[in-house]
């Protein structure tokens, strides 16, 4: 079973910054993809960066130049650093796992960290 879990949100002035953590456990296959989601009251669940094991990224076009994704293997954590943070970015940050299996990626999620832009 893997297990994700999410820490590190709060609230935020517009401008500021936050580290978002994502704790592992369980078995990890490869190849996979790790990735951070974001869900507004309201809206759809939508990517916010995704790192896959062939050291590939991806990240969605309001993230870019602002968020950063990274793995540190040894520690088993998925960071997510956002800065210039926008009240449009108020959302509960969700951290994935996909294994990318032979048959159908599978998918595994967190519990969600609420992230607040507010003045």
């Known amino acids: 079973q893997v297990q994700l879990v999410e820490s590190g949100g709060g609230l935020v002035q517009p401008g500021g910054s936050l580290r978002l953590s994502c704790a592992v456990s369980?078995?990890?296959?490869?190849?996979?993809?790790m990735g951070w989601y974001r869900q507004a009251p309201g809206k759809q669940r939508e990517l916010v960066a995704a790192?896959?094991?062939?050291?590939?990224?991806n990240y969605a076009e309001f993230a870019k130049g602002r968020f950063t994704i990274s793995r540190d293997r040894a520690k088993r954590t998925v960071y997510l650093q956002m800065n210039s943070l926008k009240p449009e970015d108020t959302a509960v940050y969700y951290c994935?796992?996909?294994?990318?299996?032979?048959?159908?990626?599978?998918?595994?999620w967190g519990q969600g960290t609420q992230v607040t832009v507010s003045s």
């Open positions: 994935n796992y996909r294994y990318r299996s032979n048959l159908a990626p599978q998918d595994y």
């Open positions: 369980g078995n990890i296959f490869s190849p996979n993809t």
């Open positions: 790192d896959t094991t062939d050291a590939s990224t």
